[in-house]
């Protein structure tokens, strides 16, 4: 096995010297260019014996995006390229996704980021993203819920910015309850609806008798009793 | 007679002209008009009714009828006048005497002058539309004598005073008020009413208010309840003797208002009287009464219902939380079968067994029954007791009665599940103890449950029955093919299919030697026969004799457990066994073995067993020996049998637990096939459809339902609809 290539070091911006185009008005010859310039882009961060990019590569590219690994940013790059398994980008994955971007170099995917960040808060986009996040923590085969403690992180991660209280009071409760070791998808996405609907922390139009997953009635009841 | 011609026939008026003599009227009425007079003054005899009758024909017929007919009234009128005079100077009691008197001769004046003057009222009075003779002779009574001024109003506080004599207990002249009534009926319904009988039910009302007023300050329920009736009965009769049969709807009524009605809520809930009394002291009689009256008020017999609703609900809670009466079961049953026994006999004797109130009965003791989680373990328990040695010398009758009261008292119970539980339980100690004395009755009451239930839950119950009787035809198949084995020890084997008998952990002990040899030998023809089986001893439940002899020589049959045989046959070998050469020995399970050690050693009159140190305990250094001294009056000496107990609390929690883990597959079970026939339903509807698929066996938890839907939803059976979350959709 040949010894992996050190991608630590960062690559050489030569990308950022090519002429910036934007995705829209390049021709044909461009375009092919284009892809050229992705697919390079991917070999700088790939794992050659895998043939795709490895959480080790990702790491690298986060460090020269000047973007925290665990920053939600790379969850909606993530998301942008459908990428299906957790710290892995196929070929295909990043060609596609690049593609949709409109970029193909480091420092326009860079600028892309705050464009991304606002597109997946697009109300027609945000659900999706926010049930992708969750898909993508199954990392097992026929894996269908996620341990409490990293339900915790990715409810901070995706749902932190907009809506913090709920946010802190959910995965407070969720620590100390017992009654669930981990999380299924049905309870995932009611975990937003929740939040969308129901108005904080008065809790007021709340209604244990609709259907709301057991694991939120109980929340109700506990916050309320803490509140009393 | 053809071809003639026909002459018509025809009848001619009288051509010529009848002279009428101008005065020919006017002495014609005078003739008429001396006829009234005299037979007003009871002149009549002298009268000749043809030619009076003649006399008005013809004026009539030579169109003088409007002379004869105003005529009649004035002179009808003048008299009149002067009867009304003659009535008014009349004292006291006179008054209505002389009215009635004058009433009776107008009519009879009326008939004849209606007799002489009948062809006016058959053809001038149609013809000209006006009052016929015999109404206007009422019209002009009722005119001059009842509605004048002098005598109306005297005669109305007359009728009144003698209403109120009556009423106050003197006696008065009922035909005189008869007739006086019926003269204003005959008068018209309005002048009854107007002048009768509308100040009549006001002054009656005036009159109960007081009365019902004075009788509620000094009586008791039941005395007022009684008087009440008493009065009620006293108008009804005043009515059929003297009054309009219409006036018996009304004047009931204002009794009922003014007595019953406006009192009610006083009288039910008197102090000392009222009708929680009644009920507490089984009044029937009065209860009775009270049934009777308020039926006639509105909301009278719910308000009873109401407040024995209330009263039942609450001696029922007080009877099944109560601590000292949850000590013993049979005894708690037994308190609701008593309970129940006596308001049915109320319902029966007092409340015309009326359903509504069968119904009030039945609801409140659902409602306090399930207020005590245990009672569908006690109700299992009081059987249990029944039909081991509760029925001796009952007849067959009366067990199918006792039976019949204890399924009533069942179907109340909202956890039928958890009876089922214990039911088995117990039955299956009955069963392999011996301990049925009436094997009809145990037979009887599972057709009840299934009956009640159906057929899947009694099918276990029933199964094992079957599996004693299979058990004695093997046995005796087993004896049959080992006559060898007929002089050594007697070995009795029950196989129980595990489906139907209640779970127990297979732990097995050692047995003796030849126990062992006795038990293998019967494994291997019983899975001769029934090949592809597994058999499993089930140690702690089985029972053993033995015989012993002790020290002095006295000989006894012990009745012991299989667990307890086994330490005593241990002591063929040994003088001397300390605890743990006998828990390695036997390897009983170690709570087992203290209990089992304890009834052998510790319990006066039970002792075999001598050990050391005497404590109370068993520790686990003790040393064991035979007793010689072990004394009994009987040669059969039974040892710890183990009898159906209430069970300590931690056997309760896992008996609940168990229930609780049985149900989780039949919620999913009905939530699935609602589901599957449904395809689309709402989260409500499922809540409810599940509740009531599942009613007769258990109250469904609506927490309970949602984590089974939760969990079905996990293991995709179903989905929620992507557009509404609170609708779910089956997976096909």
């Known amino acids: 096995m040949p010894p992996r290539a050190s991608k630590r070091k960062s690559v050489p911006p030569n990308s950022s010297t090519v002429t910036s185009s934007d995705g829209r008005s390049v021709s044909n010859k461009a375009k092919t260019k284009g892809m050229e310039k992705i697919d390079r882009l991917f070999n700088t961060y790939a794992n050659s014996s895998l043939g795709m990019i490895d959480p080790e590569g990702i790491e690298a590219l986060c460090a020269d995006l000047g973007v925290d690994y665990t920053d ?43 464009e991304l960040e606002k597109e997946v808060e697009k109300p027609s986009n945000y659900e999706d993203f926010y049930t992708y996040a969750f898909r993508y923590c199954l990392t097992e085969e026929k894996q269908k819920s996620v341990d409490i403690e990293s339900i915790c992180e990715l409810l901070n991660l995706v749902l932190g910015v907009q809506f913090r209280p709920q946010v802190d009071s959910l995965v407070e409760y969720l620590k100390i309850q017992n009654d669930y070791k981990v999380i299924n998808a049905d309870q995932w996405i009611n975990f937003l609806r929740f939040c969308k609907e129901i108005s904080f922390p008065d809790l007021r139009n709340y209604d244990a008798n609709q259907a709301w997953p057991l694991i939120l009635d109980n929340f109700v009841e506990w916050m309320r009793e803490k509140q009393s | 007679m053809s071809n003639q011609k026909k002459r018509n026939f025809q009848i001619e008026a009288f051509k010529h002209r009848v002279v009428v003599d101008p005065k020919y009227a006017e002495r014609t009425w005078k003739i008429i008009e001396h006829a009234i007079h005299e037979i007003y003054n009871h002149n009549a005899s002298g009268l000749s009714f043809e030619e009076l009758y003649r006399n008005a024909y013809n004026m009539v017929l030579h169109k003088f009828g409007d002379k004869l007919y105003s005529g009649l009234v004035t002179t009808m009128s003048a008299h009149l006048k002067e009867i009304s005079k003659s009535i008014q100077v009349a004292q006291g009691a006179l008054f209505l005497e002389e009215l009635n008197r004058k009433w009776n001769d107008h009519n009879k004046a009326l008939q004849m002058i209606r007799d002489i003057l009948m062809y006016m009222d058959r053809t ?26 002098k005598i109306q109003s005297r005669l109305l506080s007359t009728l009144l005073e003698l209403v109120h004599k009556e009423r106050t207990g003197e006696v008065i002249d009922r035909g005189l008020m008869r007739n006086i009534i019926k003269m204003l009926m005959d008068l018209g319904s309005s002048v009854y009413q107007e002048d009768f009988e509308k100040p009549f039910l006001e002054v009656s009302a005036e009159f109960y208010k007081v009365e019902s ?60 009287s009222g009708l929680v009394n009644m009920l507490l002291n089984d009044k029937y ?21 109401d407040v024995m609703t209330s009263h039942l609900r609450e001696t029922g809670r007080q009877l099944v939380t109560d601590v000292e009466s949850s000590k013993d079961p049979v005894e708690f049953v037994q308190r609701l079968l008593d309970e129940r026994d006596k308001y049915d006999k109320i319902i029966c004797q007092a409340f015309s067994n009326s359903k509504t109130f069968q119904n009030a009965l039945n609801s409140s003791f659902e409602y306090f029954i399930n207020l005590n989680s245990r009672s569908p373990e006690f109700i299992s328990l009081f059987v249990d007791d029944k039909l081991r040695k509760g029925l001796k010398g009952v007849t067959e009758e009366d ?12 179907r109340y119970l909202r956890e039928k599940d958890v009876f089922e539980k214990y039911y088995k339980q117990h039955l299956a100690k009955r069963l392999l103890l011996g301990k049925t004395v009436c094997d009809d009755a145990e037979r009887s009451l599972i057709v009840k449950l299934k009956t009640e ?77 029934h090949t592809g089986r597994r058999l499993s001893w089930q140690t702690n439940m089985g029972t053993a004799d033995i015989k012993a002899t002790f020290g002095k020589g006295q000989k006894h049959e012990l009745n012991v457990s299989t667990y307890q045989m086994c330490v005593l046959m241990l002591f063929n070998n040994s003088d001397m066994l300390s605890y743990k050469e006998i828990e390695q020995a036997t390897e009983i399970p170690t709570s087992d073995l203290k209990r089992c050690l304890q009834s052998m050693a510790c319990v006066k009159g039970k002792n075999v067993l001598r050990k050391e140190p005497m404590s109370k305990d ?45 149900r989780k597959p039949q919620i999913e079970a009905a939530v699935v096939r609602i589901m599957k026939s449904r395809r689309v339903l709402d989260h409500n509807n499922v809540i409810a459809e599940v509740t009531k698929q599942l009613q007769s066996r258990f109250l469904a938890n609506p927490t309970e339902i949602k984590k089974r839907i939760e969990s079905l939803i996990e293991r995709e059976f179903l989905e929620r609809d992507s557009a509404d979350r609170k609708v779910y959709r089956y997976l096909a």
């Open chain 2, 618 to 662: 068993i520790g686990t250094d003790d040393a064991f020996f035979v007793n010689d001294k072990f004394t009994s009056k009987f040669y059969k000496v039974k040892i710890g049998t183990v009898v159906a107990q209430k069970e300590s609390e931690p056997e309760k929690l896992e008996t609940r637990q168990r229930v609780e883990e049985d």
């Open chain 2, 213 to 272: 007023q004075k009788f509620i300050e000094c009586c008791d329920c039941g005395d007022y309840l009684k008087k009440a009736e008493i009065r009620l009965n006293e108008e009804i009769e005043r009515v059929a003797h003297y009054l309009d049969v219409k006036s018996e709807a009304k004047i009931t009524n204002v009794v009922e208002k003014e007595m019953i009605a406006n009192h009610m809520t006083r009288l039910v809930q008197m102090e000392n």
């Open chain 2, 285 to 305: 009689e009065d209860l009775g009464k009270m049934y009777n009256l308020f039926k006639r008020v509105p909301n009278g017999l719910s308000m009873i219902r």
């Open chain 2, 124 to 149: 001038y009075i149609p013809n000209t539309r006006k009052t016929p003779v015999h109404e206007l002779g009422l019209n002009l009574w009722r005119d001059y004598i009842i509605h004048s001024g």
């Open chain 2, 453 to 529: 239930c159906g057929y899947q839950f009694t099918s276990k119950l029933e199964g094992m029955f079957t599996d004693m009787k299979t058990s004695e035809d093997t046995m005796q198949g087993f004896y049959a093919n080992h006559p060898e084995l007929a002089d050594g020890p007697t070995l009795v084997v029950q196989v129980l299919t595990t489906g139907s008998w209640p779970t127990q952990p297979t732990i097995t002990c050692n047995l003796p030697t030849e126990m062992a040899t006795l038990c293998e030998k019967f494994r291997s023809h019983y899975l001769g026969t």
């Open chain 2, 399 to 410: 067990v199918e009665i006792i039976l019949d009261k204890v399924m009533m008292l069942f």
């Open chain 1, 72 to 114: 939600v940013r790379i969850l909606m790059l993530a998301w942008k390229l459908k990428s299906e398994k957790q710290g892995y980008f196929t070929r295909e994955e990043w060609q596609t996704g690049l593609k949709a971007l409109g970029v193909d170099s480091l420092s326009k995917l860079k600028k892309a980021l705050p």
